[in-house]
Structures are given as structure tokens and as C-alpha cells.
């Protein structure tokens, strides 16, 4: 049956209509006070698991207006994001991740969370001078993690060829704070709200 492993995949005559990235987002649940009170957590499981949105997301979040040969994923959803643009676009993929859970010698960074800090690192050998990397996750809100991220990165010695999220929590202050002491860095963002 088609969409099985190892089956043809389905053709655009296969699929009933073509999904635009409204539909495609249209999958994206609200959970309201989770993991927290007060706090909107936007659950894209449903649109991870169906193919069509994942596709179209993944396409969307690829079209880089600079040229990379990595792509950063930031844990965790971003991992998934960034592990499928890499694959469709044929560039290798680094994982930023939480202290402690890389295996190999990391650089790291510490962060500013609502009560306290978090730590991000990555290997020392991740990224070099020759590469150019597009920093993916899924949501931008306070911009703590994506500026250590991006701070990580400048450490390695790597270039930032732009900064892609799905989702962008306009008025927390979180792409001012990138802006302020990464002032080229183009933030690339699918919705706002």
C-alpha cells in the first residue's frame, strides 16, 4: 500500500488537493497553561505526525535567503525541525543540546530563565571557520536560548547565515535582545502571535 516504508512514494496526482501553509499550521494546537499556568504551549505534534504538513513546514522553513552548509538545531524541537531541512537539503546537522548530554568535549553556554539559568553546549568540533549555519527552533519568545546559541556558534568560529522560527512571541523583547548584540543576523520567523 502506498505510503508504506518502501512503497512508491504518493505523486502530487496521488494526493487529493495541495495543502498551503495555512492548512499546514492549522495543525498546530493550543494548549493552554501548560507546562505552566498563564503560559499557551503550542503543541505542533499534529502537524509533525501528518506528512503533508511536516513537508510543507520543513519547505518553508529551508528557503534560507543565504547560503548554509549546517544547520543548528536547538533542543528540543528544533532538533526535529532541524534534522529535516538538513536532510532535505543536504546539509549536515549540529545539535545544540542541554548540559550534560552531549558525549564529546562541548563549549558551553549559560542562559537567563524566568527563576534562575540553564546551561546549552555543543562540540567543540561541531562547527569551523568554513561554515555557514542556519540556527533553527521552534519559537522565539525571551531569546535567552537562541542568543547562547548563537553565541556558541560565533565561539566556534562559524558564520550565521540566518536565524529561522516557526513560531514568534511578538513583545517579549526576545529578537531586540538577538538584534542588540548580533545586529546582521537576519531572524526569519513562519508566524507571529
Known amino acids: 500500500s502506498q505510503g508504506i516504508r518502501g512503497s512508491s512514494p504518493l505523486s502530487d496526482t496521488d494526493m487529493e488537493h495541495h ?3 495555512t492548512e499546514a499550521l492549522s495543525f498546530i494546537r493550543d494548549i493552554p497553561d501548560f507546562p505552566s499556568s498563564g503560559i499557551l504551549f503550542r503543541d505542533i505534534t499534529p502537524l509533525l505526525a501528518n506528512a503533508s504538513a511536516f513537508s510543507l513546514i520543513t519547505d518553508e522553513l529551508s528557503k534560507s535567503s ?20 538538513a536532510a532535505k537539503t543536504e546539509t549536515g546537522f549540529v ?13 558551553s553556554r549559560s542562559y537567563g530563565l524566568e527563576y534562575g539559568t540553564d546551561v546549552i553546549e555543543a562540540h567543540i568540533d561541531a562547527l569551523t571557520s568554513n561554515d555557514q549555519v542556519l540556527v533553527v ?6 531569546g535567552g536560548t537562541l542568543l547562547a546559541t548563537l553565541e556558541l556558534i560565533e565561539e566556534l568560529g562559524a558564520q550565521i547565515a540566518e536565524v529561522v522560527v516557526l513560531f514568534e512571541i511578538a513583545g517579549l523583547g526576545g529578537r531586540e535582545k538577538i538584534l542588540d548584540k548580533f545586529p546582521k543576523v537576519h531572524i526569519r520567523t513562519v508566524v507571529e502571535g
Do not use: N, Y
Request: proline share 7%; charged share 20%; glycine share 10%.
Open 66 to 85: 543565504q547560503p548554509f552548509t549546517h544547520v543548528v538545531g536547538v533542543e528540543a524541537r528544533g532538533f526535529i525541525l532541524g534534522s529535516a531541512i
Open 19 to 21: 495543502m498551503d501553509l
Open 95 to 107: 545539535p545544540v543540546r542541554k548540559a550534560g548530554k552531549l558525549p564529546h568535549a562541548t563549549i
Open 137 to 142: 527552533d521552534d519559537v522565539l519568545a525571551t
